[in-house]
């Protein structure tokens, strides 16, 4: 499989904007260089793998939303779940927890 790097740096690019981020934002959220990124959206630099991830991390994602622009429907359900927790005092995580674990032993219907 060839990878399309023009599509991997659009698709990067959408995110970041999705976001209502700017690229000087996420290269410091990456701890990438700086204007890096926009090389990478123009497909002017190929990103490693590891880049990928790190902009994955900033931008909330998964890397195969870049390379194949699809996340799966499992990962929006757990990045909903987990943007409900985020903001939860640490009593309420534990309470959340426990609740989880409550549920995780129930029989599934």
Same mark, same amino acid.
Request: hydrophobic share 40%.
């Given at each position: 499989? $060839?990878? /399309?790097? $023009?599509?991997? *740096?659009? %698709?990067? @690019?959408?995110? %970041?904007?999705?976001? *209502?981020? $700017?690229?000087?934002?996420?290269? !410091?959220m990456a701890d990438i260089g700086e204007k890096y990124l926009s090389?990478?959206?123009? @497909?002017?630099?190929?990103?490693? =793998?590891?880049?990928?991830?790190?902009?994955?991390? @900033?931008? /909330?994602? =998964? #890397?195969? !939303?870049?390379?194949?622009? =699809?996340? %799966?429907?499992? /990962?929006? @359900?757990?990045r909903d779940v987990a943007e409900l927790l985020r903001p939860l005092s640490p009593?309420?995580?534990?309470?959340?927890?426990?609740?989880? =674990?409550?549920?995780? !032993?129930? #029989? #599934? $219907?």
């Amino acid at each position: 499989m $060839k990878l /399309d790097y $023009k599509e991997i *740096g659009r %698709r990067i @690019a959408h995110r %970041r904007k999705q976001l *209502g981020l $700017k690229q000087a934002t996420v290269e !410091e959220m990456a701890d990438i260089g700086e204007k890096y990124l926009s090389c990478i959206e123009r @497909a002017t630099s190929t990103p490693s =793998t590891e880049v990928l991830m790190r902009l994955a991390i @900033a931008l /909330d994602t =998964t #890397p195969d !939303e870049f390379l194949v622009g =699809t996340v %799966r429907q499992q /990962d929006e @359900a757990w990045r909903d779940v987990a943007e409900l927790l985020r903001p939860l005092s640490p009593d309420q995580l534990s309470l959340a927890q426990s609740f989880l =674990t409550w549920l995780n !032993e129930q #029989p #599934p $219907k």
